[in-house]
């Protein structure tokens, strides 16, 4: 069974920065696809960043490009999202996720497998 656990989240004022991490356990098939996406209060779950964890293919939804990066460390099973320059509009449940898909898009939560529980981040101006 795969878990996966996020921390990291917090509250930051405008221009400030957190990084996420997310650990996986339970992982018997890679590479695999795992992603980040956010959901704000009344809005639909979003993609925010992707990552192949057999390369080095990275994936960013456009509000983020330049201020998040995605990273890996696969001796360490996890992958983190360095947020950067946040904003009040970046408030959200932050989730992790992986998928084994083949083709697809990225941004789409259906073709993710397994899910952490999310980290809360908060950005007040």
């Known amino acids: 069974q795969v878990m996966l656990v996020e921390s990291g989240g917090g509250s930051v004022q405008a221009g400030g920065s957190l990084r996420l991490s997310c650990a996986a356990s339970?992982?018997?098939?890679?590479?695999?696809?795992m992603g980040w996406f956010r959901q704000a209060p009344g809005k639909e779950r979003e993609g925010v960043a992707s990552?192949?964890?057999?390369?080095?293919?990275?994936d960013y939804a456009d509000p983020v490009k330049g201020r998040f990066i995605i990273s890996q460390d696969n001796a360490k099973n996890t992958v983190y999202l360095q947020m950067n320059n946040l904003k009040p509009e970046d408030t959200a449940m932050y989730y992790c996720a992986a998928s084994w898909r083949v083709g697809g898009d990225w941004r789409e939560a259906t073709g993710y497998h397994y899910w952490g529980q999310g980290t809360q981040v908060t950005v007040s101006s």
């Open positions: 990552i192949w964890t057999g390369g080095r293919r990275t």
């Open positions: 339970g992982v018997t098939y890679s590479p695999f696809y």
